[in-house]
């Protein structure tokens, strides 16, 4: 059975910064393309930043230059590493494959909470 566990969210100050895990378990990880997504309610949900199995990346305009993706084949476990959060960023972010359907399984995600 899939699990994607996603952890590291919480309560920052605008300007702060935070790092998201995500732990897949997923036999086939390293080959696949995966991204974080966030939410926020009442709006769709959003791909925040992708990266492929190589380490090709792409983010969403709003969070270039602050937000970086990696992976860690080994481990399973992909990252986001946030800085300079703006109140904006406030959701609740999620991992999944790239690309990913409202249909497919998802995680509980991981709140974070950017106060101004």
């Known amino acids: 059975q899939v699990q994607l566990v996603e952890s590291g969210g919480g309560l920052v100050q605008a300007g702060g910064s935070l790092r998201l895990s995500c732990v897949v378990s997923i036999t086939a990880f390293a080959i696949m393309p995966m991204a974080w997504y966030r939410q926020v309610p009442g709006k769709q949900r959003e791909l925040v930043a992708g990266?492929?199995?190589?380490?090709?990346?792409r983010y969403t305009d709003s969070v270039k230059g602050r937000f970086t993706i990696s992976r860690d084949n080994v481990k399973n476990t992909m990252y986001l590493q946030m800085n300079s959060l703006k109140p904006e960023d406030t959701a609740v972010y999620y991992c999944n494959r790239d690309p990913s359907h409202e249909s497919d399984y998802w995680g509980q995600g991981t709140r974070v909470t950017v106060s101004s």
């Open positions: 990266i492929t199995s190589s380490g090709s990346t």
